[in-house]
């Protein structure tokens, strides 16, 4: 599928970029005035994030970044995506509309009409990756033309290579999983040191069987792994292992497709978003129903603020759970239903009658303005938690996502169909101007999370810092309310209790500060009054950086 012209003629555009002094990384946000915007990138790493700034620094637009950022990731975040796993992205080009390069992954040809979930384990839990061919395309298609392929994946195959500073989160998510990596050969051979114990905080780890397989797609380009060495590698691994994928389903992988995103409009901004099978119409749902909250209700401070959160968020995954987007193709006409003034209506009356996984993000924006948002993943935290013995990458374990236990399910397991998904990459815009990137990981919780950081940007007049470093929370329908926080008043607690919400903090050895990974890792980029800034969530191992003038 080839791009809409007017995209092309903006693509053009991109084209007269300058060189630019060395980058620097900073911990957690970045300031940037309009005169002298050099670009931004947020990611959930700080080598991730270097390397989305070296490709800006040598001349490359947004989509460049956004593809030596994920590669990097893939080798410096490997618990949450990688070669093996899934991505999308929604851009929106200077002065144009905005678009989605839809990754959604498929099952395999050879699923047997009878799997069900206990049979969903190791290489059969593993959809038809398409992260490589995401990133191939975005490339092909979108960058500026001035980088090579090759340019863009040596900054992976450097910290591959050389090694990468293990993360205070990353070190407590290899420490939660250690036992389980310790008992798959293939992961512990890739993840862990010689002596089978994960490495500690601090340490600089490499992977050399990823650095080499990184070498052969910087060489051959990105068809080696759907047709080449790679390719012929994986059929042979997952016929070794039982697995279903074979050489053809690699072969056969259609083009992304790029498509238009959702639209929604909150409170005078412009709301595009992932369609499905991806969950960006919740988002929107749940953010029609804040419309209709006063504008007071929703200060930063407002006490009634975590009542409107919580009936919103309640409504919008219940819709979804009730009511799911069964044709993840024709799904327009559904996605006008449910977002409709009577639709909308109809939910509210629900909160006026009280009633008793792991993903990455990363946000990009160049100096001409182009805005990326992008989300990849293997599904769980270490996918399958299977490797490839040669290659070195994780196997995702998206098959797990369909049904199994109901053949007449939109989403019952069957050959050839998408994986159903909780991305939620977003950008908010008014008169063609960007204004707020964002994403998160954590399954569920994505569709939550990107709704409050909205909230609190949009209603709360809060920087991106402070909207992404605030108390989260997230709801379970129909009646368990999670917070991060245990500071609610004891009016708070006596409307939700009356509202029928169950109130509990969800424990988590992973977080710290008194922040908890369970609710997100939002890394976002937005442009107020001052110009453009960044932020990295203080919940995981993000870092922001910008070329230096």
Not at 291 to 301: S, V, Y
Not at 314 to 319: D, E, N
Not at 472 to 493: A, F, G
């Amino acid at each position: 599928m080839r791009l809409p012209r007017a995209y092309l003629l903006v693509g053009a555009c991109w084209l007269f970029f300058q060189d630019r002094p060395p980058d620097t990384v900073r911990a957690e946000s970045s300031d940037s005035t309009e005169s002298a915007f050099a670009g931004l990138v947020s990611a959930a790493t700080p080598e991730a994030t270097a390397a989305g700034v070296e490709v800006l620094r040598a001349g490359g637009n947004a989509i460049d970044a956004a593809v030596a950022t994920a590669f990097a990731l893939a080798v410096t975040e490997p618990f949450g995506s990688g070669l093996g796993g899934q991505m999308v992205l929604i851009v929106h080009p200077p002065k144009a509309s905005p678009f989605v390069i839809n990754g959604s992954s498929f099952s395999p040809r050879g699923v047997p009409k009878d799997a069900r979930a206990r049979d969903l384990v190791g290489r059969r839990a593993t959809t038809i990756p398409t992260t490589v061919k995401v990133l191939g395309f975005a490339w092909r298609r979108c960058g500026s033309g001035k980088l090579t392929w090759a340019q863009l994946v040596q900054p992976a195959i450097r910290f591959a290579e050389h090694g990468y500073k293990i993360g205070s989160y990353h070190a407590r998510v290899l420490e939660r999983y250690e036992d389980v990596l310790r008992t798959e050969p293939t992961v512990a051979a890739s993840l862990l040191l010689e002596s089978a114990a994960a490495p500690a905080e601090g340490s600089r780890f490499k992977q050399p069987l990823l650095a080499a397989t990184l070498e052969r797609l910087a060489l051959n380009g990105c068809e080696d792994f759907y047709s080449g060495s790679i390719a012929r590698q994986i059929a042979a691994d997952m016929v070794a292992n039982a697995g279903w994928i074979r050489l053809r389903d690699l072969k056969e992988l259609p083009e992304p497709r790029v498509l238009a995103p959702l639209k929604g409009v909150y409170r005078g901004w412009d709301v595009y978003t992932l369609p499905p099978p991806f969950g960006g119409w919740v988002v929107l749902q749940a953010l029609e129903v804040l419309e209709h909250a006063p504008a007071e209700q929703l200060r930063a401070n407002a006490p009634n603020r975590i009542v409107w959160l919580a009936e919103a968020l309640r409504i919008a995954h219940r819709s979804r759970l009730e009511s799911p987007v069964a044709d993840l193709v024709k799904y327009q006409a559904a996605i006008r239903k449910r977002l409709g003034d009577s639709t909308i209506q109809k939910l509210r009356r629900s909160f006026e009658r009280p009633g008793v996984g792991e993903t990455t993000h990363f946000s990009v924006v160049d100096r001409q303005g182009m805005a990326v948002s992008a989300s990849a993943s293997i599904n769980s935290f270490f996918g399958a938690k299977v490797a490839h013995p040669k290659l070195g990458f994780l196997y995702n374990d998206y098959m797990r996502d369909f049904v199994t236990d109901d053949d007449d399910h939109p989403f019952a397991l069957e050959p050839s169909s998408m994986a159903y998904s909780s991305m939620s990459a977003t950008i908010l815009s008014r008169d063609g101007k960007v204004g707020l990137v964002l994403g998160s990981p954590g399954s569920k919780r994505i569709i939550s999370t990107v709704v409050q950081v909205i909230s609190h940007w949009v209603d709360g007049g809060q920087d991106v810092a402070r909207a992404i470093a605030g108390p989260r929370i997230h709801v379970i329908p129909d009646e368990d309310l999670y917070v991060e926080h245990d500071r609610l008043t004891r009016q708070q607690l006596v409307e939700l209790e009356r509202r029928g919400f169950w109130v509990a903090r969800p424990f988590s050895s992973l977080g710290s500060r008194q922040l908890n990974p369970y609710f997100g890792g939002v890394h976002a980029i937005a442009r107020g009054t001052s110009g453009w800034r960044a932020a990295a969530d203080p919940r995981r191992d993000g870092a922001v950086g910008t070329p230096s003038e």
